[in-house]
C-alpha cells in the first residue's frame, strides 16, 4: 500500500517544466526569422543588385549611370542619370525581359513564405500541445520553402547577368538578399530539428524511472 502511494505521489513530478534552453533557441530562430524577411524585403524593394562599368542592373529598373567629377581623392564616382527604364529588354541581355520578371516575382514569394512562416512560429509559442508543435512544424517547412525560392531567384539573377558579374560588382543590397537565404535555411533547419532534440534535454522530473 505504501509503495503504491508513492507512485501516485510521484506522477505530478513528471510533468515537465519549460526549460531555458528551449525557450532560448525557439525565441533565437524567431528572432533571426524576423531579421531575414527584413533584409529579404529591403534587398527586393530596392532591387539594384549589380553594378557593372556604367550600368546598373535591379530587379525593378536598368539604368544608365554617368560619372561625377570632383570626388573625394581623385576617385571616381558614379550617379545615376534619369535614363532609367522598366523595360529591362533594353539592357541588350537574352532573356532579360522575361527572366528578372520571374526572378523578383520568385524572391517576392519567398518573402510571402518567410512571413507566414513566422506568423505560425510566434502563434506556436502562444499555444500548447499538439497543435503548437503542427504550426511550428508547419512555420518550419514554410521557412524553409523560402529558402528555396529566394535560392532559386538568386541563381536565376546570376545566371542572367553572369557575363556582367562580379563579386565586387554585387551591390549591399544583393549581399542582404544573399544573406537572407542562408539564413532562412538556417533557421527552417534548426526549427526542424529543435523538436528532435527536446527529448535528449534533461527534464525535472523521472516518473518514468520509480
Not at 531555458?20 to 528572432?31: G, K, P
Not at 570626388?71 to 532573356?95: I, M, P, Y
Not at 512555420?139 to 528555396?148: I, M, T, W
Not at 542572367?160 to 560588382?169: M, P, R
Amino acid at each position: 500500500m505504501t509503495a503504491i502511494q508513492i507512485r501516485v505521489g510521484a506522477v505530478p513530478c513528471g510533468k515537465s517544466t519549460p526549460l531555458f534552453l528551449d525557450l532560448f533557441c525557439r525565441s533565437l530562430i524567431i528572432l533571426c526569422t524576423f531579421l531575414s524577411v527584413i533584409l529579404s524585403s529591403i534587398a527586393v524593394c530596392d532591387g539594384h543588385w549589380l553594378l557593372t562599368g556604367r550600368h546598373m542592373f535591379g530587379l525593378w529598373y536598368f539604368c544608365s549611370l554617368e560619372e561625377q567629377q570632383g570626388s573625394v581623392l581623385g576617385s571616381q564616382s558614379f550617379k545615376a542619370s534619369s535614363n532609367c527604364t522598366r523595360h529591362l529588354e533594353e539592357a541588350g541581355v537574352d532573356g532579360l525581359g522575361v527572366g528578372l520578371p520571374a526572378c523578383r516575382s520568385v524572391i517576392a514569394l519567398a518573402v510571402v513564405s518567410a512571413i507566414f512562416g513566422l506568423e505560425l512560429l510566434v502563434m506556436s509559442q502562444a499555444s500548447e500541445g499538439r497543435d503548437s508543435s503542427q504550426r511550428w512544424t508547419f512555420g518550419a517547412r514554410l521557412v524553409l520553402l523560402a529558402g528555396v525560392m529566394a535560392a532559386g531567384g538568386i541563381a536565376t539573377f546570376v545566371l542572367l547577368l553572369g557575363a556582367f558579374a562580379t563579386l565586387l560588382g554585387f551591390t549591399l543590397t544583393f549581399w542582404c538578399q544573399f544573406t537572407a537565404t542562408f539564413l532562412f535555411f538556417l533557421n527552417g533547419m534548426a526549427a526542424r530539428h529543435i523538436q528532435h532534440i527536446e527529448p535528449l534535454l534533461p527534464f525535472s522530473g523521472h516518473s518514468d524511472k520509480l
